[in-house]
Protein backbone atom coordinates (compact mmCIF):
# COMPACT_ATOMS: atom_id res chain seq x y z
CA UNK A 1 0.00 0.00 0.00
CA UNK A 2 1.03 3.55 -1.03
CA UNK A 3 0.95 6.03 2.42
CA UNK A 4 0.86 9.61 2.03
CA UNK A 5 2.71 11.77 5.08
CA UNK A 6 3.13 15.71 6.14
CA UNK A 7 4.10 16.72 9.19
CA UNK A 8 4.89 20.10 10.32
CA UNK A 9 4.76 22.04 13.83
CA UNK A 10 2.50 24.56 15.19
CA UNK A 11 2.89 27.22 17.91
CA UNK A 12 0.92 28.73 20.81
CA UNK A 13 0.10 32.13 20.43
CA UNK A 14 -1.09 34.21 23.84
CA UNK A 15 -3.47 37.15 22.97
CA UNK A 16 -2.30 40.55 23.90
CA UNK A 17 -6.31 41.52 22.73
CA UNK A 18 -8.47 39.44 23.95
CA UNK A 19 -11.17 37.66 21.46
CA UNK A 20 -14.15 36.89 24.23
CA UNK A 21 -17.46 35.99 22.77
CA UNK A 22 -19.39 34.72 19.44
CA UNK A 23 -21.34 35.96 17.07
CA UNK A 24 -21.93 32.53 15.40
CA UNK A 25 -20.98 29.34 17.08
CA UNK A 26 -21.33 27.71 14.59
CA UNK A 27 -19.39 28.99 12.03
CA UNK A 28 -16.97 29.95 15.04
CA UNK A 29 -16.60 33.81 14.21
CA UNK A 30 -15.95 36.25 16.94
CA UNK A 31 -17.66 39.59 18.46
CA UNK A 32 -14.30 41.34 18.19
CA UNK A 33 -10.72 41.31 16.06
CA UNK A 34 -8.11 40.29 18.42
CA UNK A 35 -4.48 40.68 18.44
CA UNK A 36 -1.52 38.02 19.68
CA UNK A 37 1.86 37.03 19.88
CA UNK A 38 3.25 33.76 18.63
CA UNK A 39 5.67 32.35 20.67
CA UNK A 40 8.79 30.70 20.41
CA UNK A 41 8.40 26.60 19.89
CA UNK A 42 11.43 25.20 21.56
CA UNK A 43 9.32 25.55 24.65
CA UNK A 44 5.48 25.32 23.22
CA UNK A 45 4.61 23.88 19.96
CA UNK A 46 2.15 20.64 18.87
CA UNK A 47 4.29 18.54 15.93
CA UNK A 48 1.71 16.79 13.72
CA UNK A 49 1.80 14.44 10.91
CA UNK A 50 -0.97 13.26 8.58
CA UNK A 51 -1.16 10.36 6.68
CA UNK A 52 -3.66 9.29 4.27
CA UNK A 53 -4.02 5.55 1.80
CA UNK A 54 -6.66 4.29 0.22
CA UNK A 55 -6.00 1.05 2.11
CA UNK A 56 -6.95 3.13 5.37
CA UNK A 57 -10.45 2.14 7.49
CA UNK A 58 -11.50 5.07 9.27
CA UNK A 59 -10.22 8.90 10.27
CA UNK A 60 -7.95 7.67 13.90
CA UNK A 61 -6.27 10.46 15.56
CA UNK A 62 -3.35 9.85 18.43
CA UNK A 63 -2.68 12.65 20.90
CA UNK A 64 0.09 12.46 23.03
CA UNK A 65 0.19 8.77 22.46
CA UNK A 66 -3.51 8.17 23.69
CA UNK A 67 -6.51 7.24 20.90
CA UNK A 68 -8.78 9.90 20.70
CA UNK A 69 -12.17 10.80 19.27
CA UNK A 70 -12.16 12.89 16.15
CA UNK A 71 -16.05 12.78 16.37
CA UNK A 72 -16.27 16.46 18.07
CA UNK A 73 -18.24 18.57 15.55
CA UNK A 74 -15.31 21.12 15.22
CA UNK A 75 -12.81 18.62 13.88
CA UNK A 76 -15.14 16.95 11.70
CA UNK A 77 -15.85 20.72 10.13
CA UNK A 78 -12.04 21.48 9.69
CA UNK A 79 -11.36 17.93 8.31
CA UNK A 80 -14.74 18.41 5.46
CA UNK A 81 -13.17 21.86 4.53
CA UNK A 82 -9.57 20.53 3.43
CA UNK A 83 -11.41 17.89 1.72
CA UNK A 84 -13.49 20.26 -0.10
CA UNK A 85 -10.42 22.06 -1.26
CA UNK A 86 -8.46 18.97 -1.98
CA UNK A 87 -11.53 17.63 -3.75
CA UNK A 88 -11.69 20.78 -5.98
CA UNK A 89 -7.87 19.88 -7.13
CA UNK A 90 -8.58 16.31 -8.06
CA UNK A 91 -11.43 17.71 -9.98
CA UNK A 92 -9.06 20.18 -12.11
CA UNK A 93 -6.24 16.94 -12.80
CA UNK A 94 -7.37 13.59 -13.24
CA UNK A 95 -4.13 12.60 -12.47
CA UNK A 96 -4.11 13.57 -8.96
CA UNK A 97 -4.74 10.79 -6.42
CA UNK A 98 -8.35 10.96 -4.75
CA UNK A 99 -7.01 12.01 -1.19
CA UNK A 100 -9.93 13.25 -0.49
CA UNK A 101 -12.32 10.31 -0.77
CA UNK A 102 -9.51 8.14 1.71
CA UNK A 103 -9.42 8.10 5.41
CA UNK A 104 -6.82 10.03 7.50
CA UNK A 105 -4.36 9.09 10.40
CA UNK A 106 -3.03 11.59 12.51
CA UNK A 107 -0.65 11.76 14.98
CA UNK A 108 -0.06 14.84 16.95
CA UNK A 109 2.37 15.44 20.09
CA UNK A 110 3.01 18.58 22.64
CA UNK A 111 6.49 19.43 23.71
CA UNK A 112 5.47 20.67 26.92
CA UNK A 113 3.95 19.02 29.44
CA UNK A 114 -0.06 18.76 30.52
CA UNK A 115 1.13 19.83 34.08
CA UNK A 116 2.32 22.94 32.73
CA UNK A 117 -1.56 24.05 32.81
CA UNK A 118 -1.71 25.55 29.24
CA UNK A 119 -4.03 25.24 26.82
CA UNK A 120 -3.03 23.44 23.59
CA UNK A 121 -6.05 23.36 21.55
CA UNK A 122 -4.80 26.31 19.09
CA UNK A 123 -1.54 25.11 18.40
CA UNK A 124 -3.58 21.48 18.15
CA UNK A 125 -5.81 22.52 15.37
CA UNK A 126 -3.26 24.83 13.43
CA UNK A 127 -0.96 22.01 13.37
CA UNK A 128 -3.68 19.60 12.22
CA UNK A 129 -4.94 22.02 9.63
CA UNK A 130 -1.27 22.58 8.24
CA UNK A 131 -0.34 19.08 8.26
CA UNK A 132 -3.35 18.11 5.83
CA UNK A 133 -3.50 21.01 3.75
CA UNK A 134 0.35 19.92 2.86
CA UNK A 135 -0.25 16.58 2.95
CA UNK A 136 -2.95 17.60 0.16
CA UNK A 137 -0.71 19.99 -1.33
CA UNK A 138 -3.14 22.47 -1.33
CA UNK A 139 -2.72 26.11 -2.82
CA UNK A 140 -3.91 28.23 -0.61
CA UNK A 141 -2.19 30.63 1.82
CA UNK A 142 -1.89 30.89 5.38
CA UNK A 143 -4.87 33.37 5.58
CA UNK A 144 -7.00 31.09 3.60
CA UNK A 145 -6.02 28.08 5.46
CA UNK A 146 -6.62 29.91 9.11
CA UNK A 147 -10.29 30.60 8.22
CA UNK A 148 -10.36 26.59 8.75
CA UNK A 149 -8.41 26.19 12.14
CA UNK A 150 -10.87 29.33 12.90
CA UNK A 151 -13.37 26.14 12.94
CA UNK A 152 -11.39 24.33 15.41
CA UNK A 153 -10.98 26.65 17.88
CA UNK A 154 -11.02 30.46 17.20
CA UNK A 155 -7.35 31.43 18.80
CA UNK A 156 -6.11 28.37 16.86
CA UNK A 157 -6.56 31.08 13.19
CA UNK A 158 -4.10 32.90 14.75
CA UNK A 159 -1.76 30.37 15.16
CA UNK A 160 -0.48 29.80 11.18
CA UNK A 161 1.66 32.89 11.98
CA UNK A 162 4.76 33.59 13.86
CA UNK A 163 5.31 37.09 15.20
CA UNK A 164 2.65 39.32 15.68
CA UNK A 165 -0.86 38.09 14.62
CA UNK A 166 -4.27 39.70 13.87
CA UNK A 167 -7.85 37.99 13.90
CA UNK A 168 -9.96 40.01 11.73
CA UNK A 169 -13.22 39.25 12.62
CA UNK A 170 -14.93 40.09 9.26
CA UNK A 171 -18.39 41.02 8.34
CA UNK A 172 -19.72 38.72 5.73
CA UNK A 173 -22.22 36.20 7.06
CA UNK A 174 -20.46 32.62 5.64
CA UNK A 175 -17.50 33.72 7.79
CA UNK A 176 -15.47 34.26 4.74
CA UNK A 177 -13.53 37.38 5.81
CA UNK A 178 -12.80 36.02 9.11
CA UNK A 179 -9.39 35.18 9.22
CA UNK A 180 -6.14 35.73 10.43
CA UNK A 181 -3.27 38.18 9.32
CA UNK A 182 0.40 38.85 10.49
CA UNK A 183 0.66 42.52 11.60
CA UNK A 184 4.47 42.83 11.97
CA UNK A 185 6.86 39.85 11.13
CA UNK A 186 9.12 38.14 13.82
CA UNK A 187 12.58 39.98 12.24
CA UNK A 188 11.42 43.05 12.94
CA UNK A 189 10.40 42.88 16.81
CA UNK A 190 12.37 39.65 17.90
CA UNK A 191 13.50 41.51 21.06
CA UNK A 192 10.24 40.31 22.08
CA UNK A 193 10.12 38.04 25.23
CA UNK A 194 7.71 36.36 27.61
CA UNK A 195 7.65 34.39 30.82
CA UNK A 196 4.96 32.50 31.67
CA UNK A 197 4.13 31.93 35.58
CA UNK A 198 1.83 28.50 36.23
CA UNK A 199 0.06 29.77 39.20
CA UNK A 200 -1.24 26.35 41.00
CA UNK A 201 -5.27 26.23 40.73
CA UNK A 202 -6.96 23.80 42.25
CA UNK A 203 -10.55 24.16 40.60
CA UNK A 204 -11.40 23.73 37.04
CA UNK A 205 -12.03 26.71 35.20
CA UNK A 206 -15.13 27.43 33.10
CA UNK A 207 -14.31 26.12 29.72
CA UNK A 208 -13.62 29.42 27.06
CA UNK A 209 -16.43 28.42 24.72
CA UNK A 210 -18.85 27.88 27.60
CA UNK A 211 -17.85 31.23 29.47
CA UNK A 212 -18.20 33.20 26.62
CA UNK A 213 -21.53 32.45 25.70
CA UNK A 214 -22.27 33.33 29.44
CA UNK A 215 -20.50 36.61 28.74
CA UNK A 216 -22.29 37.54 25.69
CA UNK A 217 -25.95 36.53 26.91
CA UNK A 218 -25.70 38.22 30.69
CA UNK A 219 -23.19 40.99 30.51
CA UNK A 220 -23.79 44.65 29.77
CA UNK A 221 -20.21 45.43 30.05
CA UNK A 222 -19.53 43.41 27.51
CA UNK A 223 -21.68 45.47 24.67
CA UNK A 224 -19.29 48.46 25.91
CA UNK A 225 -16.47 46.39 25.52
CA UNK A 226 -17.26 45.64 21.87
CA UNK A 227 -18.84 48.47 20.86
CA UNK A 228 -16.49 50.69 21.89
CA UNK A 229 -13.30 49.71 23.32
CA UNK A 230 -12.09 46.93 21.37
CA UNK A 231 -12.56 48.33 18.26
CA UNK A 232 -10.27 51.68 18.83
CA UNK A 233 -8.03 49.20 21.04
CA UNK A 234 -7.59 46.99 17.87
CA UNK A 235 -6.35 50.49 15.99
CA UNK A 236 -4.61 51.53 18.50
CA UNK A 237 -2.18 48.23 19.03
CA UNK A 238 -1.86 47.53 15.72
CA UNK A 239 -0.47 50.65 15.18
CA UNK A 240 2.06 50.85 18.53
CA UNK A 241 3.17 47.15 17.18
CA UNK A 242 4.43 48.67 14.16
CA UNK A 243 5.91 51.11 15.47
CA UNK A 244 7.39 49.14 18.34
CA UNK A 245 6.66 51.23 20.79
CA UNK A 246 7.26 49.26 23.70
CA UNK A 247 5.01 51.19 26.27
CA UNK A 248 2.10 51.42 24.55
CA UNK A 249 2.01 47.78 23.29
CA UNK A 250 2.18 46.96 27.15
CA UNK A 251 -0.31 49.53 28.46
CA UNK A 252 -3.23 47.77 26.05
CA UNK A 253 -2.58 44.49 26.74
CA UNK A 254 -2.25 44.65 30.48
CA UNK A 255 -5.58 46.98 29.96
CA UNK A 256 -7.68 44.93 27.57
CA UNK A 257 -6.40 41.69 30.15
CA UNK A 258 -8.63 43.95 32.65
CA UNK A 259 -11.54 44.71 30.29
CA UNK A 260 -11.69 41.03 29.64
CA UNK A 261 -11.74 39.81 33.29
CA UNK A 262 -14.14 42.48 34.42
CA UNK A 263 -16.54 41.37 31.55
CA UNK A 264 -16.05 37.96 33.22
CA UNK A 265 -16.78 39.21 36.60
CA UNK A 266 -19.66 41.25 35.35
CA UNK A 267 -21.53 37.71 33.81
CA UNK A 268 -24.34 36.51 35.46
CA UNK A 269 -23.30 34.17 37.15
CA UNK A 270 -19.99 35.54 37.35
CA UNK A 271 -17.12 33.80 36.15
CA UNK A 272 -13.48 34.27 38.45
CA UNK A 273 -10.58 33.22 36.26
CA UNK A 274 -8.12 35.38 38.09
CA UNK A 275 -7.11 34.00 41.51
CA UNK A 276 -5.43 36.08 44.71
CA UNK A 277 -1.93 34.93 43.24
CA UNK A 278 -2.93 36.43 39.85
CA UNK A 279 -4.37 39.93 41.70
CA UNK A 280 -0.27 39.82 43.28
CA UNK A 281 1.49 39.14 40.07
CA UNK A 282 -0.56 42.40 38.38
CA UNK A 283 0.19 44.34 41.31
CA UNK A 284 4.38 43.32 41.49
CA UNK A 285 3.84 44.40 37.57
CA UNK A 286 2.50 47.83 38.38
CA UNK A 287 5.25 48.21 41.52
CA UNK A 288 7.70 47.25 38.93
CA UNK A 289 6.76 49.81 36.27
CA UNK A 290 6.27 52.19 38.74
CA UNK A 291 9.72 51.67 40.08
CA UNK A 292 11.66 52.15 36.86
CA UNK A 293 8.87 55.26 36.29
CA UNK A 294 8.64 53.50 32.59
CA UNK A 295 6.23 50.49 31.33
CA UNK A 296 9.12 47.61 31.16
CA UNK A 297 6.47 44.95 31.78
CA UNK A 298 3.05 43.93 30.98
CA UNK A 299 0.57 40.67 32.14
CA UNK A 300 -2.14 39.35 30.46
CA UNK A 301 -4.23 36.24 31.85
CA UNK A 302 -6.45 33.86 29.74
CA UNK A 303 -9.28 32.07 30.79
CA UNK A 304 -7.60 30.91 33.86
CA UNK A 305 -4.88 32.26 36.71
CA UNK A 306 -1.50 31.56 34.95
CA UNK A 307 -0.03 35.05 33.75
CA UNK A 308 2.02 35.97 30.79
CA UNK A 309 4.23 38.83 31.21
CA UNK A 310 5.58 40.00 28.13
CA UNK A 311 8.56 41.95 28.05
CA UNK A 312 11.82 43.94 25.91
CA UNK A 313 14.96 41.57 26.20
CA UNK A 314 16.65 44.71 27.18
CA UNK A 315 14.96 45.43 29.86
CA UNK A 316 15.22 41.34 30.98
CA UNK A 317 17.82 42.41 33.99
CA UNK A 318 15.71 44.74 35.29
CA UNK A 319 12.84 42.47 35.46
CA UNK A 320 14.44 39.31 36.93
CA UNK A 321 16.22 41.82 39.40
CA UNK A 322 12.42 41.31 40.82
CA UNK A 323 11.76 37.94 39.93
CA UNK A 324 15.21 36.37 41.28
CA UNK A 325 13.40 35.44 44.32
CA UNK A 326 11.01 33.56 42.59
CA UNK A 327 13.03 32.05 39.64
CA UNK A 328 15.30 30.27 42.93
CA UNK A 329 12.11 28.57 43.92
CA UNK A 330 10.35 27.18 40.73
CA UNK A 331 10.77 24.70 37.83
CA UNK A 332 11.17 25.29 34.25
CA UNK A 333 14.13 28.33 33.92
CA UNK A 334 16.42 25.78 34.34
CA UNK A 335 17.50 25.67 30.43
CA UNK A 336 18.21 29.27 30.12
CA UNK A 337 19.73 30.11 32.96
CA UNK A 338 22.25 28.45 35.46
CA UNK A 339 22.86 29.77 39.39
CA UNK A 340 25.67 32.04 38.73
CA UNK A 341 23.26 34.09 35.88
CA UNK A 342 20.99 34.03 38.70
CA UNK A 343 23.18 35.30 41.27
CA UNK A 344 23.81 37.90 39.05
CA UNK A 345 20.07 39.23 39.05
CA UNK A 346 19.93 38.91 42.55
CA UNK A 347 22.84 41.06 42.95
CA UNK A 348 21.49 43.93 40.65
CA UNK A 349 18.62 43.96 42.32
CA UNK A 350 21.04 44.13 46.14
CA UNK A 351 23.12 46.63 44.74
CA UNK A 352 21.08 48.91 42.23
CA UNK A 353 17.68 48.74 43.44
CA UNK A 354 17.06 47.07 46.92
CA UNK A 355 17.34 50.48 48.79
CA UNK A 356 15.20 51.85 46.70
CA UNK A 357 12.26 49.96 46.54
CA UNK A 358 9.31 49.74 49.56
CA UNK A 359 6.89 47.46 48.04
CA UNK A 360 6.57 44.62 50.00
CA UNK A 361 7.55 41.07 48.08
CA UNK A 362 4.96 39.15 49.13
CA UNK A 363 6.38 35.19 49.82
CA UNK A 364 3.31 33.75 49.77
CA UNK A 365 3.25 35.00 45.45
CA UNK A 366 6.86 32.48 45.36
CA UNK A 367 4.58 29.72 47.15
CA UNK A 368 1.48 29.66 44.72
CA UNK A 369 3.70 29.78 41.27
CA UNK A 370 4.35 26.06 40.51
CA UNK A 371 6.70 26.69 37.27
CA UNK A 372 8.12 29.53 35.07
CA UNK A 373 8.22 29.12 31.45
CA UNK A 374 11.14 31.26 29.69
CA UNK A 375 10.36 32.05 26.05
CA UNK A 376 10.24 34.82 23.47
CA UNK A 377 7.97 35.50 20.54
CA UNK A 378 8.37 33.10 17.41
CA UNK A 379 7.94 32.13 14.17
CA UNK A 380 4.91 30.53 12.44
CA UNK A 381 4.24 26.59 11.71
CA UNK A 382 7.80 25.05 10.47
CA UNK A 383 8.32 21.88 8.31
CA UNK A 384 9.77 19.34 10.63
CA UNK A 385 12.57 16.47 9.63
CA UNK A 386 10.72 14.42 12.57
CA UNK A 387 7.77 12.12 11.11
CA UNK A 388 5.33 10.66 13.86
CA UNK A 389 3.94 8.12 11.52
CA UNK A 390 5.77 5.08 10.07
CA UNK A 391 5.12 5.41 6.27
CA UNK A 392 4.89 1.26 5.99
CA UNK A 393 2.04 1.26 8.20
CA UNK A 394 0.86 4.24 8.49
CA UNK A 395 0.78 3.68 11.96
CA UNK A 396 1.81 6.02 14.94
CA UNK A 397 5.90 5.30 15.27
C1 LIG B 1 -9.23 33.93 26.66
O1 LIG B 1 -10.03 29.96 21.14
O2 LIG B 1 -10.20 28.57 23.24
O3 LIG B 1 -7.70 32.68 25.33
O4 LIG B 1 -13.12 29.38 19.83
O5 LIG B 1 -14.41 28.41 21.70
O6 LIG B 1 -12.28 27.31 20.97
P1 LIG B 1 -13.05 28.61 21.11
O7 LIG B 1 -12.27 29.48 22.18
P2 LIG B 1 -10.72 29.68 22.43
O8 LIG B 1 -10.78 31.00 23.31
C2 LIG B 1 -9.65 31.71 23.66
C3 LIG B 1 -10.01 32.76 24.64
C4 LIG B 1 -8.84 33.51 25.24
C5 LIG B 1 -8.53 34.78 24.49
C6 LIG B 1 -7.75 34.66 23.19
O9 LIG B 1 -6.98 33.72 22.99
O10 LIG B 1 -7.92 35.60 22.37
Redesign the pocket.
Known sequence: MTVHVATTTAPV???T????G?RDANL?LPTNS?I?VTLAQDDLRTLTSAATSESFEKDTLWLNGKEESLSNK?TQDCLQDLRDLRHQLESQDDNLPKMSQWKLHIVSENNFPTAAGL?S??AGFAALVVAIAKLYKLPQDMSELSRIARK?????C?SLFGGFVAWEMGEAEDGSDSMAVQVLPLDQWSQMKAAILVVSDLKKDTP??QG?QLTVATSDLFQERINKVVPNRFIEMKDAIIKRDFTKFADLTMKDSNS?HATCLDSYPPIFYINDTSKKIIRLVHSINSFFNETIVAYTF??GPNAVLYYLEENEYKLFAFLYKLLNQVEGWEPKYNKEQLNGFKSIFENDFKEKIEFFMDPELYQSITRIILTRAGPGPQDSKECLIDEETGLPK
Do not use: H
Not at 152 to 156: C, F, I, T, Y
Open positions: NIALKYWKNSSRASAGSGSARSTMFDA
